[in-house]
């Protein structure tokens, strides 16, 4: 069973722009982690961060984390059209040595 | 440096029919995890080694699903016998724990997976 559920599933927007995509998870975790995939490639680690952590940065990425809601999220500032990919979020459940991946968001940048 | 690799990328075959996918993890990585991904069900984790040893296969579904990782260097994913639900796209990932077990709070590398369709 999926432990994340990323919101929107879709989205659409232009070169230049910011994209920012939504995780909620159920359960405590330990850390959660953000990728990326692109079509018909294996996923790419973007950014981790650990359950006592709030915000994270790592060039065009931020991400920041709410453990009292139970979610996370991702902003992509200044869009580029290689950035078209689907991401997803994953985390571990505290107590368990695995990750559970969400469903994903699908990002469509135009140029 | 090279990723994770593995073989085939695409895989056709009957119904009925043995399936072996394999995997080449990162060397130095003591972690491989096994998953499946379908549009249906997302990414699923299949099986979890740690040092070359099996931890965690709850999520194999059934016992015609096998894995095994003989060495460091290389694990494999059997299918026996194959049915057209098996149809998806499995990825091989590897990472590094620091404390010798297996840890979810590493980056996971995958690999570009194997398209399996089961006819």
């Known amino acids: 069973s999926q432990q994340g559920e990323e919101d929107p599933q879709a989205l659409s927007i232009q070169e230049g722009e910011n994209a920012t995509m939504n995780c909620s998870y159920k359960t405590s975790i330990n850390n959660l982690q953000w990728y990326r995939q692109n079509s018909g490639r294996g996923l790419v680690h973007l950014i981790l961060i650990r359950s006592n952590e709030r915000e994270k940065h790592s060039g065009r990425l931020r991400v920041t984390l709410d453990t009292s809601k139970k979610s996370s999220s991702l902003l992509i500032t200044a869009s580029r059209a290689a950035d078209t990919a689907s991401y997803f979020c994953a985390t571990d459940r505290t107590g368990f040595q695995k990750l559970v991946f969400g469903t994903g968001t699908r990002l469509l940048v135009s140029p | 440096d090279a990723g994770v690799i593995q073989s085939p990328r695409h895989e056709v075959t009957e119904m009925g029919q043995e399936v072996t996918l394999r995997c080449k993890p990162i060397?130095?990585?003591?972690?491989l995890f096994w998953y499946r991904q379908t549009m249906m069900r997302g990414l699923e984790l299949l099986i979890y080694f740690n040092n070359n040893v099996p931890i965690d296969d709850s999520g194999m579904p059934e016992d015609r699903f096998s894995a095994k990782m003989p060495n460091a260097s290389f694990s494999t994913l059997k299918i026996q016998p194959s049915e057209p639900r098996d149809s998806a796209v499995y990825f091989c990932?590897?990472?590094?724990?620091?404390?010798?077990?297996?840890?979810?709070?590493?980056?996971?590398?995958f690999g570009d997976g194997t398209r399996l369709s089961i006819l």
């Open positions: 060397s130095g990585h003591n972690s």
């Open positions: 990932a590897s990472s590094f724990s620091w404390t010798g077990g297996p840890s979810s709070n590493q980056p996971q590398h």
